[in-house]
């Protein structure tokens, strides 16, 4: 009995070390087996932080890769932690990663380390080495986008060094990355940053808070603008004006328009106003159609005499659920507008918060009627006409901006809290600014740069520049220059200036890619030129797991000469045979409708390569659903569509190939051995059937579908 009073008391004092319902353990998967993670697909791993959707600059997080090269029989990955630190992951095969522990980060004078490449120095033309170990130099940009500096590892990456005379170069923006310019034995740097013209630049459209499409549009101050933005269910954003009309996709799961208030002239929190005139303003709760939409812009147009006025032709389809007209507007002796009627029949009148924030009624403006004229912070607001939540709308305004610089509202619905998706704003936005293009510079020892006269237009963030031949041809070469987004040009090099040969090509048509790179220093039995691409979307990664954002597959790039000129092609490298299990093979068999080849594929990871005889196919679309995924070729109209993203499709010599990569968070499909690739996050759901393939208006002739299940990289 006292033996057993002294163990009751002890824990009475210490505790059992079980914990309160309350304090539950932290259950843990596995590291890299996490139900959700990818397992062919590169994600980054946490260290002492453990944190279930990781935002950016903390562990499990991946951005922009940086430096990809190879070095001394090793693939070396580096990428973003959001400037804090350049995450490092080697590899012997391209398709089993080990990650080690961030190369460099923050910290020193320079702050953060943006991003940047990775050089190998086989000659010590810096001077950096031991005389016995080949240097890696790394180049980076600095926070301030002003200083581009190096790190280097004198033990092939295993730890590094910030150079102690940094910069090497002071030149704005960022994103540095060199290659060896053999016939010259130099080094050349391709770097982001502005141009030496300044030029000003006005657009408007549609903005929905952190989900936008406002640089849609162009407009002129002092012009008057009719224009209408239409918004669709599919997440579509339409806008038209009298100079015509253009397109942009929004995330439509992020859009739940707030049901507060509704303003003319103010951003809901008074961090913007307008500074201009409005005359009619008409809100619909659908999506007009495009005969709907000219014809209340041309009725607009003739009504306030900015073209000849035509009968018949100003007509209101439905009605509006809020419709302001100027001259409705009631002011006072000052000529300071009070109240604004809504002439939709709805409880939606307008009036000033306050005596000082009324704008003028101008008499006699515009087609000898008045309009509202707003300066400073004045502003007019009134209940919501859209419903909370509405996912198809169109919002029509003749206005005229009279300011040059400057994001101003003329009109939107809102909440007083700032939240994605809850705004729905006509907004235009003045910016005066330098043409984005890639600058090149030179070296002789990695150390000290000369700016080359020549620059890349049209280019923006990440870039890559290397030389490949020409359908293998070594004695035909071409320059490929690839833009942030994966777009490309073709061009000349001579080791001073660049010519671009060719407008600028798709790179990727997915939603998911971005800051691509390629491997330097490729040894001479493996001349490839092997890419990769961060995908981004970091609100569309699983809140559940311990990582956020994974890397592409990495795929081939050879360049290849068609009909249709020369063209950059993506496909998957040839070591993805290494990951194959278990194999499923259709060979020369028509499909009809109806019928199902994959009804018995089970599993989550998946290479699928199909090719099909479109001269004996009677169908007008084949289609793939993976798990909830679709993916399909219209035979009719020659597209392919990708979870949700299209590319056009050529048939050749009779025939279409598709290559389709399924990891458990992605989709990546390819069209005619990479004439187009699609890479798109993608969650897999439990459907019935799980898996199928089907020739739809028809029956399809398959010459080969096959069927490859993966194994997982992580060991």
């Avoid at 090269?69 to 070396?76: I, K, L, S």
């Avoid at 080697?90 to 522990?101: A, G, N, Q, R």
């Avoid at 929190?269 to 005969?291: C, K, M, P, Q, W």
């Avoid at 209340?296 to 007209?325: C, N, T, Y």
Wanted: charged share 20%; net charge negative.
């Amino acid at each position: 009995m006292k033996m057993r009073f002294v163990i009751i008391l002890l824990l009475g004092i210490f505790g059992t070390g079980v914990p309160h319902a309350s304090e539950a353990p932290e259950i843990r998967e596995p590291l890299y087996h996490e139900s959700l993670r990818p397992q062919f697909h590169f994600t980054a791993r946490y260290w002492d932080e453990y944190q279930l959707h990781p935002p950016n600059h903390h562990e499990g997080w991946i951005n922009d890769l940086n430096g990809l090269v190879y070095n001394d029989g090793v693939y070396h990955l580096f990428a973003q932690r959001w400037w804090s630190a350049w995450l490092h992951a080697v590899s012997t095969d391209l398709i089993h990663w080990e990650e080690l522990k961030p190369a460099f980060g923050k910290g020193g004078r320079f702050g953060g380390t943006q991003s940047g490449g990775c050089v190998v120095d086989h000659n010590n033309t810096s001077g950096l080495g031991d005389g016995k170990t080949p240097p890696m130099i790394a180049f980076w940009s600095s926070t301030d986008n002003e200083n581009q500096c190096i790190s280097y590892s004198l033990d092939r990456g295993a730890t590094w060094t910030k150079y102690e005379n940094n910069p090497v170069l002071h030149h704005p923006f960022r994103d540095p990355n060199v290659f060896w310019f053999e016939p010259e034995q130099k080094w050349i740097m391709i770097l982001y940053g502005p141009s030496d013209e300044i030029q000003k630049k006005f657009t408007y459209g549609f903005n929905g808070e952190s989900n936008d499409a406002h640089d849609l549009m162009d407009f002129t101050p002092g012009q008057w603008v009719c224009s209408a933005i239409r918004v669709s269910n599919d997440g579509s954003v339409v806008v038209t004006d009298q100079s015509g009309q253009r397109q942009a996709k929004i995330d439509i799961t992020k859009q739940n328009i707030a049901p507060e208030t509704f303003l003319v002239g103010a951003k809901a929190n008074h961090s913007e106003y307008f500074d201009g005139d409005v005359a009619e303003i008409l809100i619909y709760d659908r999506t007009l159609t495009n005969d709907e939409t000219e014809s209340v812009l041309f009725g607009l147009r003739s009504k306030w005499g900015l073209i000849k006025p035509s009968a018949g032709r100003m007509q209101f389809p439905q009605e509006p659920v809020l419709h302001l007209d100027a001259a409705t507007a009631i002011s006072n002796r000052d000529n300071a507008v009070t109240r604004w009627n809504d002439l939709s029949g709805g409880e939606y009148a307008m009036t000033p918060p306050s005596a000082d924030a009324s704008p003028r009624l101008i008499h006699n403006a515009l087609g000898k009627r008045p309009v509202l004229h707003f300066n400073g912070s004045q502003f007019m607001q009134g209940p919501a006409p859209l419903a909370e939540g509405d996912d198809s709308f169109t919002m029509i305004a003749l206005w005229r901006r009279d300011s040059e610089e400057g994001s101003q509202v003329i009109c939107e619905q809102n909440a007083s809290a700032v939240e994605t998706g809850r705004r729905a704003s006509l907004l235009s936005v003045g910016r005066i600014e330098a043409e984005n293009v890639y600058l090149l510079f030179s070296s002789k020892d990695l150390l000290h740069w000369t700016q080359l006269e020549t620059s890349i237009p049209d280019s923006f963030e990440c870039p890559d520049m290397f030389q490949l031949p020409v359908n293998g041809d070594a004695t035909q070469k071409k320059w490929v220059v690839i833009d942030g987004n994966g777009d490309y040009v073709l061009g000349r090099f001579d080791g001073k200036r660049f010519t671009v040969d060719a407008t600028k090509r798709k790179g990727d048509y997915g939603r998911n890619f971005y800051a691509t790179m390629t491997f330097e220093n490729m040894p001479q039995s493996d001349p490839r030129r092997i890419q990769l691409a961060w995908m981004r979307g970091w609100d569309d990664y699983p809140n559940t797991m311990p990582f956020n954002q994974q890397i592409s597959f990495p795929c081939e790039l050879p360049l290849s000469r068609s009909p249709d000129g020369i063209s950059l092609h993506r496909y998957p490298i040839r070591e993805i045979e290494t990951l194959y299990d278990e194999s499923f093979t259709v060979e020369s068999q028509t499909i009809n409708e109806g019928e199902n080849p994959l009804a018995q594929l089970k599993g989550e990871l998946f290479d699928l390569d199909l090719r099909i005889d479109v001269t004996q196919s009677t169908c007008s679309k084949i289609e793939f659903n993976l798990r909830g995924n679709t993916v399909s070729y219209d035979l009719t109209n020659h597209l392919v569509e990708s979870a949700g993203s299209t590319a056009p499709l050529k048939v050749k010599d009779g025939r279409i190939e598709l290559r389709i990569l399924m990891d458990r968070l992605s989709i990546e499909t390819y069209g005619n051995h990479g004439e187009i690739s699609i890479t798109n996050i993608a969650y897999q759901q439990d459907r019935d059937p799980q898996f199928s393939f089907n020739a739809i208006g028809g029956a399809v002739k398959i010459d080969s579908l096959r069927v490859n299940s993966l194994k997982s990289i992580w060991r």
